[in-house]
C-alpha cells in the first residue's frame, strides 16, 4: 500500500489570533475552580514510635555478651554434625521381630568382643546403600534420619557403641566415629542485632502503656496538645501546610490527611483521635493554621488564559484549513 498524508500545524496560526478582553473574562468566569488555590492546613502533632523510643534505650557491652552466651542456640552458624556407621538387620516379611533382634544382639556381642565393625557391617548389614561402605553414613545432622535413629545418635559419645535401636526399618546398631561440634557466629558479627533485638524488647514493654495513656490524655485535654506533651515527656512538632490531595511523608498518610482536614480537628479545635500509622507508630494532631481556598486574580493568570485561547483557536483553524483542502 502506499499512503500520502498532510501536515497543518496549528502553531503557524497563532499570530493570527487576537484575544479580547472579553474572551479572556468569560473563560475566568466559566473556569472559576481552574484559577483558586485549594485549602491548606499546617498540624502540629505528637507522635510515638517504637523504633525511636527502643533507639533511645542502651545495653552495656557486658548485658550484650550475657545475652549471647545465654542464647547460644539462637547464634548457630553450623550446627552440631555427627559421623556415622550402622548396621542394619530389617524386619519384614522374611524376618520377624524375634529374628531380627536375635541377631542384632549377636552382632553386638561379636563386636564388643573385638570383631571388626566395618567388616561385620560389610558382612551382615541389610542396608543397600551403605553396607559396601561398612555401614558408614558420612556426617549426618538433626532432622535427616528417622527420629528414634537421631535420637541415638546424638547421645551417643565418640566411638561408642549403641544398644539395638528399632525404627521404622528394623533393628541398628550405631557407632559415632567423629563430631563435628556447633559452631557459633562471632560475638563481633552479632552484637549490632543482639542490642537491636533487646532495645525492641525493652522498649515493647512501654510502648502499649504509653499508647493507651496518650490516648487517654488527648482525649480528656483536647483543647491543646501541650499539657498531653509535657505529661508524657513528647515533643510537640510541627507539620508543613499541607492540601486534602496530601504532601509529603507523614502527611501523605490517608488517615493523617482524613484527621487533619475532618471537622473535629478543622471548626472544632479540638485534638484528633489517636491515629495509627502502623502497629508500632501512633499519632495524635491539632490543627496550627489554615488557608481557606481562594480565587487567584485575574491579573495572575491572564497570560495563562490568554495562551489557553490562542491555543484552542489555532487548532479550530487548522481544522478549518484541513477540510477545505
Do not use: W
Not at 54 to 83: H, W
Not at 88 to 109: G, M, W
Not at 132 to 152: P, R, T
Not at 262 to 283: A, C, F, P, Y
Request: hydrophobic share 35%; aromatic share 8%.
Amino acid at each position: 500500500r502506499k499512503a500520502g498524508y498532510l501536515r497543518l500545524p496549528y502553531q503557524r496560526y497563532l499570530e493570527k489570533i487576537n484575544i479580547s478582553d472579553d474572551d479572556v473574562n468569560t473563560y475566568y468566569e466559566k473556569n472559576a475552580a481552574a484559577f483558586s488555590t485549594p485549602q491548606e492546613v499546617g498540624v502540629d502533632y505528637v507522635e510515638l514510635d517504637l523504633t525511636e523510643m527502643a533507639r533511645q534505650i542502651d545495653f552495656s557491652e557486658t548485658e550484650i555478651k550475657d545475652y549471647y552466651n545465654q542464647n547460644q542456640q539462637s547464634f548457630v552458624s553450623k550446627p552440631e554434625q555427627r559421623k556415622v556407621r550402622h548396621i542394619l538387620i530389617p524386619v519384614n516379611a522374611t524376618v520377624d521381630e524375634q529374628q531380627a533382634r536375635e541377631k542384632i544382639d549377636a552382632l553386638a556381642a561379636r563386636i564388643k568382643n573385638g570383631e571388626d565393625f566395618t567388616s561385620i557391617a560389610k558382612a551382615e548389614s541389610q542396608d543397600p546403600g551403605s553396607a559396601s561402605q561398612g555401614g558408614d553414613l558420612g556426617f549426618i545432622g538433626l532432622g535427616v534420619m528417622d527420629k528414634a535413629f537421631e535420637q541415638a545418635t546424638f547421645q551417643l559419645d565418640k566411638d561408642q557403641l549403641s544398644q539395638p535401636i528399632r525404627t521404622r526399618f528394623g533393628y541398628h546398631l550405631i557407632e559415632v566415629t567423629d563430631i563435628q561440634a556447633v559452631q557459633l557466629k562471632p560475638f563481633d558479627e552479632v552484637k549490632a542485632q543482639i542490642r537491636t533485638e533487646l532495645q525492641t524488647e525493652q522498649a515493647e514493654k512501654r510502648f502499649y502503656e504509653e499508647v493507651d495513656k496518650l490516648n487517654n490524655l488527648s482525649y480528656e485535654i483536647p483543647d491543646s496538645l501541650e499539657p498531653v506533651a509535657a505529661e508524657m515527656g513528647l515533643k510537640i512538632k510541627h507539620g508543613p501546610m499541607f492540601t486534602a490531595s496530601g504532601g509529603q511523608d507523614l502527611f501523605s498518610n490517608q488517615k493523617v490527611i482524613s484527621a487533619a482536614f475532618s471537622d473535629e480537628v478543622l471548626n472544632q479545635n479540638r485534638n484528633s483521635e489517636l491515629i495509627e500509622i502502623s502497629d508500632t507508630h501512633v499519632v495524635v494532631l491539632r490543627s496550627r493554621e489554615q488557608k481557606i481556598a481562594s480565587q487567584l486574580p485575574l491579573a495572575d493568570v491572564r497570560e495563562s488564559i490568554v495562551g489557553r485561547l490562542k491555543q484552542q483557536r489555532a487548532k479550530e483553524m487548522a481544522r478549518c484549513r484541513f477540510y477545505q483542502t
